[in-house]
Structures are given as C-alpha cells and as structure tokens.
C-alpha cells in the first residue's frame, strides 16, 4: 500500500496552510511569536523554581516549628526557645513574607488544608499562580485566539483571580455558547494550567498536592485536579494478568493491511484495526535482511467503563496513571505468544491508550532483558512521566495542541519544563482541528503525511531498520483476564473420538448454543408395549397409558455442524430392573441417578454426521430429514421433511400457552437418562443441559403426523399419535448439551467399564 | 547523635540562603521581563510584589535560624524577636 493510496484522509490546501507545527529537533516556525513565547515559558520555569523553593523552605520551617524537641527544651531554656518558637510561626505565618505557609508532615498538612479552607495565602501559591498565568501567555502568543474570543477571555479572567463561581460561570458560559467540544478544543492548549490555576486558588484543600504536580512538572497528575480524588484507587479497579488471543483480520481488513512497513504504512495498519481491542505483531525485514519486529496498538475502545477488554475507559485511564496494566501486559502477552525470539529488535507503536501502554510496556524491565526494544513512538498520548527502562531506546512523542488527551497526565503545550530532552517530540497546532476530532488516529495520520514533512521524514529515518517487506503478521484480540474456554465450566470436560461411518466424533458431544423443544404425549400403553416387543425395555405406564416425548433441538454451535435433531422417545423402566411399584420413589432421585428414562426410537436430522453419530453411537435409528423451527414466547412451528420432499412427515403448530412459572437459573444441570440397545444388549448414557427451561402446563399445540409409509410418522400412527395435543411442553431458548457416550448394561461391565476405542 | 534543633537550625540557615538566592532571581526576572514588549502589563507588579514578599521571608527565615541554633547551644542569642 503506497502512502498515496491509504486510509489517511486527504486534506485540503486551505488546511495544510492553517498547520503550524514544531519540533525539538530544533526546526522551528512562527519568527518572533515563537522566540517571544520562548522567553516568557523560561520566566515560567524560573518562578516556578522559585515557588518550589519557597515552598520546601515553608515545609522545613513547619518541621522545626512542630519538632517534639523543641517543646521538650522549654522547660531547659523558657526564654530562648519561646523567641525560637515565635520566630519560626512568624516565618510560616507572616503575612507579608511566606503568608500562611504551614505545610508539610501532619500538622502541616491540616494546617494548610484549614488554611486552604479559609483562603489564606501563602508566598508559594502566589508565585507559582503567576508561573502559570505566564505560561498561560506564552501559549496565547501562539494561540491568539484565546484572548480575541471575549468567552475565553473571560474564562482566562475569572480562572486567574479568586474566585470559583466566576470561573465556573465563564466555563459554563463557554460550553453554552460553544457546546462542549468546541469549549474543550478551546481551551485545549492550557488545559493543565487552567486546571492547576483552579485548584490552587480554589478552596479545596485535597487537589493541591495534585495541582503542584502539574505546576511543576515533577510528576503525573495522581488526583483528580478538581476533586482531589485519587487517580490511583480509581486506576487500580482495573485488574487483571492481561492476555492475548490470536483472531483473523475480516476480509475486507486482510484485504488492506499493509505488504510492506514504513513509519506511514504502520500508521496505516493502525488505522485498518482500529480501536476494537485488537493489537497486530509483525515482522518486517530490514534493508540489511535483519527480521525486527513492529507492535501496533490502538487506542481506547468505546463502550463500557470496565469490559473484558484492557483498551476499555478504565484501561486507558490507568495505562496513564499506573507503570503497569492489563493493557500492557496484554501486549506483552502477545509478543510472547507470536514467539519474537530473544534478543531480537522491536519497536512499538500506540495512539491513545495504546500509547501509555507501550511506554508502561517500555518501562518493564523483563521485556526488556527479553529483548530489544530500539523504538516506541506515542500519538496523542498521555506519557510525560514515562521512562524507558533502557536508556538505549529511542521515544518519540506526537501532540496536537487543541487535543485534550495527552495533557490529562497535566502537562500540555503549556509545559514550560523540558521534562525529556532526549525525547523526539512534534507538539504542533492545528486551528481546523476540533477536539475530538484532532484526537484521532486519522488526523494524526493526515497531519503527519501532509503538514508535518519534517516530522515524517525524522521518524520515517528513525524506522529506516524497519522499512521493507511484512513477512509475517498476527493479530491479537485483548484481554483483562484469559478468556474462559468455550462453554466453561458446564462442558468444559475431557473428550476421547469415537469412529463413526462419517468419520471420528469427539464424545461426549457437546453443543454450546441451542434451541430446544419438549412435547409430552401420553399414548395407550398397549401401543408403547407392543413397540417396544423384543427389546430388553419396559414402558412406564399408568391407567393404561404411557408416556411419548418428542424433542425438538436445533443445535446452533456445536462440536458436531450445525443441525437439527427430533427425537421420538418413550419413558421406560431400567431395563435391568423394571420396577413400576418403584417408580415414585425413582422420582424422588436426583435425575442423574433415575433408573427410569427415554427411549429414542427414531430420530429425524438435518446432518449425515449428525446421523452417523446417532446411529453408531446411541444405535438408534436416525433418518436424514428437513427441518424447520421457530420458537417464540407465544408461538411453536415446527416441521419436519424428507430431503427434496415438500410433503412434511410430520407438523408440531400452536401456541405454548402459559407458563409454570418464570424460568429460573438452575444450580445443577438437568440430566436426561437415555437407554438405547444394540442386538440384546442395553445401553444406558446421559443427556446434561443448563438454560433457563420454562414449562407450559397447558400447551394449545397439535401434532399431525404424515402419511406411515415413513419410518417416523409410522412411529408416530404406531402410537395412536396421527392428529394430537401434548399435555405438556417446555422451552429452553438458549442451552447447552453434553451428551455422554453411552455406557453397557451388562453384568460383564460391572467388572470392566466402558473404555473408550483408541 | 546530632541534635534535632541544631539540624533544623542548619536547614533553616540553608533555606534562608536559598531564599536570597530566589530574590536574585526574581530581581534579575523582574529586570529583564520589565524590557521585554511580551511581558504581560500585570507580569510586573506581581513579581514587585513577590520580591518585597520573598525579602521579607527571607528575614523571617535568618531570625528563625539564629535564634533556634542559639536556643540549641544553649546560650541566649544576640538578637531580640521583633514585634
């Protein structure tokens, strides 16, 4: 895929010409507004030394006001140690020196919070506000904007004097008048200090250690600012060990993914899986013939605060505040299942959330004793207090101004600190940007293409290694945890083939998504009996009557294809000790233990596997059919015929009519026992199901058999069943099957079970 | 075992020295900010103002130092506390 030919936008002349952008390999644009905005940031930086100096001065002035020995030596020397004493509360206390400056240790920090509840200044405070107010100006010399709009005016006004409600009035004016993300897009370029102004001059005393984070530069913001709320409570909600499951690109995304690698086709490739909680592993090999390896990950995935996914709101929030997550370790994951071998050369790229996490996933010092990572270049994110466990490795860092995302670790195009300078960092304008909009990938992508040749041809220099043919690539869905195996813990079992005519079939068969039907019959029990003549089974009866069951499954997912089964069964006794007086009793048995069950005598299926599998392994008989089903709360159709036939062999329509009670979770799976028999020798095996089963006492269905010349509607008319109602029915909208093998019932199996055929 | 009051007295002494330091600084900002057009109009009364503070708190913190170290050996100090 040539640059030209991608799924970065194109973008117009008129918003190539409004693109400013910079960069610390020292090429610069915008003349004497730049170097102007350059002196003010460094005053910026000076105050804020200086109030950082201030304020370690107040904190060991409060230390020795409040140090035990102090008050312990005024009974030893009354007079020199109360001078002493009032001399230090003078220092933290003077309103024309350091003002209310008690901070630091426990009483400090009460004292500075009642302080701060009161509105009492201090000397810090104050000169780090006018650190921030400067750096503030700085930015309006870029971005003039920002004191042209009279709203934003007025925001930048009332933010710097003292006042809550009337910043909260400007902001609130603001997002009225603008709607929420053009204000943001506004402000995007301060937003930190904005921020760090707010808290300092508010009168909540729990943001200010987080509100000196930002102003200083000396750490990522780890409260709210507005709040105080600790970042790291809320970041450490999100849990997990991170994995990594391999998963194929739809067609249409195989379709464009690049062939080859470069810093624009990765781009590309990252813009063609998209924030969906994927990451892809690649292998490029270099202009020397050298293999590296290029990870790419995505940004946050929408929807849900907490999902299985570690590129979730939560995980984006704490790939930013935390070194390590569900996110990154997912990623490493999955370079450890791609099979990158030791030592080998990698870069890393991310947009976003993927970004923090390639910088958490930089800074974990077993990757790196894994191997190489020479790269890891972040767009649009939050990494300011990131590091690289090795000093070797090369990090670029893309911003766009208006974009609110990369500041909200508090540092923003305000900074006044040259926080990495070894760093590669393009923190460029776009006024056509609107935030979100500048936040994604695709702008980004536009921007760097388009507006930033600079920029490009640095980073595409940078990835010079890995330019050249893709020779392999995986993609991997992301997890918090690994995911369950499918159908855990119901069928997740151990599993032997069995050999049938179409072929081995894993057992116990087990479906993991169906649909199924149950219609109770009661038939005459001369007719069952005389069914059942020459086998070794006995059918239940009572007042004449027994008991026919048909059962409708369609089985959507299973290990067997997808098909239907219709099984016509009778309920019979064991037939190794047919008790009718103890059938009440066999009632009161957890059904696994029952002695009664179902007899198949026919079964109808939509598969020959399916068809083998009932014919070879429960041996009874099973004829291959068409058959439709619809299952709805108020309505059951039901139809079953011959292949290439239109005539049904037999019809199940009506309505279930109500039911029982609403269903219930089961605790325990519902077992179906089933005999089946192979010359003399009965078999007996089981059929588990869990979902939700609602039962319809009163079901207003009919059952219309066909004409007998086939085997099933010949069962159906051989039971008296040729135009009929059930007395009974039930629904199971979504269950799982395990159906076991079935096992001898012999006196010879009492001594040797069972075991399953090579 | 060093004394408690004799370390914090020390500190002190090294933060007062720090905030002289930080009075040059601001003195030497206001001066060059004061010749810069960029500067904003409300930059220099505010670093006029932190200058005068910043002196101040550096007096404070020189009284705060001496007597303490004096308390700390013992003997009474040359200076009286200011009212």
């Known amino acids: 895929m040539t640059p030209e030919n991608t799924p970065i936008p194109a973008r117009t002349p008129e918003e190539r010409d409004q693109v400013s952008g910079e960069s610390d390999s020292g090429a610069r644009c915008g003349g004497a507004g730049e170097e102007a905005s350059g002196r003010l940031m460094a005053a910026a930086r000076e105050l804020a030394e200086i109030a950082h100096a201030l304020r370690e001065a107040s904190v060991h002035a409060t230390a020795a006001l409040h140090e035990p020995a102090l008050a312990a030596s005024l009974r030893r020397s009354p007079g020199t140690g109360l001078r002493a004493q009032r001399a230090l509360l003078r220092a933290v206390t003077d309103r024309r020196g350091l003002g209310w400056a008690v901070s630091g240790g426990r009483a400090g920090t009460l004292g500075a919070k009642l302080g701060g509840l009161v509105h009492a200044g201090n000397l810090p405070i104050r000169v780090m506000t006018t650190s921030l107010r400067l750096r503030i100006a700085a930015v309006v010399l870029h971005h003039p904007e920002l004191a042209e709009d009279p709203l934003l005016r007025r925001l930048l006004e009332a933010v710097s004097a003292d006042g809550d409600l009337a910043a909260g009035r400007a902001l609130h004016a603001l997002i009225r008048d603008r709607g929420a993300a053009r204000a943001l897009s506004g402000i995007a370029p301060i937003f930190g200090e904005l921020l760090a102004l707010r808290a300092l001059l508010d009168k909540n005393p729990l943001n200010d250690n987080t509100a000196w984070l930002i102003a200083t530069g000396l750490g990522a913001a780890t409260a709210d600012p507005l709040t105080g709320m600790s970042n790291r409570v809320v970041a450490r909600l999100d849990r997990g060990a991170g994995a990594a499951v391999p998963v194929e690109p739809a067609p249409h995304e195989a379709g464009r993914l690049s062939t080859r690698g470069s810093f624009l086709d990765y781009l590309c490739d990252l813009l063609v899986i998209r924030p969906t909680g994927r990451a892809l592993v690649q292998t490029v090999r270099g202009p020397d013939g050298v293999e590296r390896h290029v990870v790419l990950a995505p940004g946050m995935r929408t929807g849900g605060f907490d999902t299985d996914s570690p590129a979730d709101l939560l995980g984006a929030f704490s790939s930013t505040v935390l070194d390590s997550g569900p996110y990154s370790r997912s990623l490493a994951a999955a370079v450890a299942d791609y099979g990158v071998p030791e030592g080998a050369e990698v870069a890393l790229i991310g947009h976003s959330a993927g970004g923090s996490a390639i910088m958490s996933l930089a800074q974990d010092p077993e990757f790196n004793a894994r191997h190489v990572l020479t790269d890891a270049i972040a767009i649009g994110s939050p990494i300011d207090f990131k590091q690289p466990a090795s000093p070797a490795t090369r990090v670029s860092s893309i911003t766009n101004h208006h974009d609110i995302i990369p500041t909200l670790d508090g540092q923003g195009a305000g900074n006044c600190f040259a926080l990495h300078p070894d760093w590669y960092i393009v923190d460029y304008t776009d006024s056509t940007h609107l935030f979100p909009a500048c936040h994604g990938l695709e702008q980004y992508a536009a921007n760097l293409r388009d507006d930033l040749p600079e920029a490009r041809a640095h980073l595409e220099a940078q990835l010079t290694a890995y330019t050249g043919p893709i020779v392999r690539r995986r993609l991997y869905r992301l997890y918090d945890h690994a995911p369950h195996p499918a159908g855990f813990p119901f069928l997740t079992v151990p599993t032997h083939s069995r050999h049938t005519s179409e072929g081995p079939v894993t057992v116990p068969v087990r479906t993991f998504d169906a649909t199924v039907f149950t219609a109770w019959f009661t038939v005459p029990a001369e007719k069952a009996a005389a069914l059942l003549t020459g086998t070794p089974f006995t059918p239940v009866t009572a007042a004449s009557r027994a008991i026919a069951v048909l059962h409708f499954t369609t089985h959507h997912r299973s290990t067997l294809d997808p098909h239907h089964e219709t099984t016509l069964s009778l309920l019979v006794h064991s037939p190794l000790h047919p008790r009718p007086t103890g059938l009440l009793r066999d009632l009161l048995r957890a059904p696994a233990l029952r002695h009664a069950g179902l007899h198949p005598l026919a079964a109808a299926v939509t598969t020959p596997q399916a068809r083998a599998a009932a014919a070879d392994l429960w041996s009874h008989p099973a004829h291959l059919t068409e058959t439709t089903l619809t299952l709805t709360p108020t309505a059951v159709e039901a139809a079953i015929t011959a292949p290439g036939e239109t005539t049904p062999l037999l019809v199940l329509t009506g309505t279930p009519g109500p039911r029982l009670r609403p269903p219930a979770p089961r605790r325990s799976a519902a077992t179906r026992v089933l005999y089946s028999r192979t010359g003399n020798t009965p078999y007996r095996s089981t059929l588990q199901s869990t979902g939700p089963t609602t039962t319809h006492p009163v079901p207003r269905l009919l059952l219309t058999a066909g004409a007998p010349e086939h085997p099933l509607p010949a069962l159906l008319h051989a039971l008296s069943l040729p135009r009929t109602r059930p007395f009974l029915c039930q629904t199971t909208p979504s269950a799982r099957l395990l159906h076991h093998p079935p096992a001898p019932l012999t006196s010879s199996s009492v001594d040797h079970p069972l075991t399953p055929e090579p | ?83």
């Open chain 2, 1 to 83: 075992m060093t004394d408690p009051l004799s370390d914090h007295a020390a500190r002190l002494a090294s933060d007062a020295e720090a905030l002289e330091r930080c009075t040059v600084r601001l003195r030497a900002l206001a001066r060059r900010l004061r010749a810069d057009e960029a500067a904003p109009s409300w930059l220099h009364a505010a670093l006029d103002a932190h200058l005068t503070a910043c002196t101040v708190a550096y007096d404070d913190l020189s009284t705060a130092a001496v007597l303490l170290r004096a308390h700390a050996s013992g003997s009474a100090g040359p200076f009286e506390d200011r009212e």
